[in-house]
């Protein structure tokens, strides 16, 4: 894996060797950025289930603001903070080991852009996008995507929030979402 484009392009990212946490694919994180494209700079990002911290450091690299890392699993933010030490970002971020919905849910800070790529056998979809959605986590014009499995059962659309564009790449489903009546 590598940073597609920006400051930091051609910069190798280690995955983990544990085969339960699985990376964004350098074909979907440039799908994901392309489609983006500017909303990306001066962003304050949210990368939840980070794992490598492959997509917030894609999105630093690409003219964020700052991130937020969270992730629960030790496992991960170990290969994330190797990427972090190699990479070396001037942009600040923060290193958060929480559960995601946890954070969520006590977080006061609203965030542009909300990152998630959540385990394919994780089905907590039904708490996530309210607590996205309510409260203060996502800006007023923020954005959130979503990389999940097509098997998951997710309530696409409500009253808070409406589906921009979805794509389905083999079994990984991006959903680029925002709060209603903000497009």
């Known amino acids: ?29 440039e799908y994901v950025f392309d489609l983006l494209g500017e909303f990306v700079e001066n962003a304050t990002v949210l990368d939840v289930f980070c794992g490598s911290g492959s997509l917030g450091l894609e999105a630093v690299s690409r003219g964020a603001q700052n991130v937020t890392f969270i992730d629960n699993s030790q496992t991960s933010l170990r290969v994330l903070r190797r990427n972090v030490n190699q990479i070396k970002p001037e942009e600040p971020y923060r290193i958060i080991r929480r559960d995601a919905l946890a954070f969520l849910k006590s977080n006061k800070q609203a965030f542009d852009l909300i990152l998630a790529d959540p385990p394919y056998t994780w089905d907590q979809f039904g708490k996530l996008l309210p607590l996205v959605f309510n409260g203060e986590n996502l800006s007023e014009f923020g954005m959130f995507v979503l990389e999940s499995e097509t098997a998951n059962e997710v309530n696409w659309e409500n009253e808070k929030y409406e589906v921009l564009r979805q794509k389905q790449f083999d079994r990984t489903v991006i959903t680029f979402f925002t709060k209603k009546g903000t497009v």
């Open 1 to 29: 894996m590598r940073i597609i484009a920006g400051k930091y392009k051609g910069r190798q990212i280690h995955a983990s060797k544990d085969q339960s946490i699985r990376p964004t694919t350098n074909k979907i994180k």
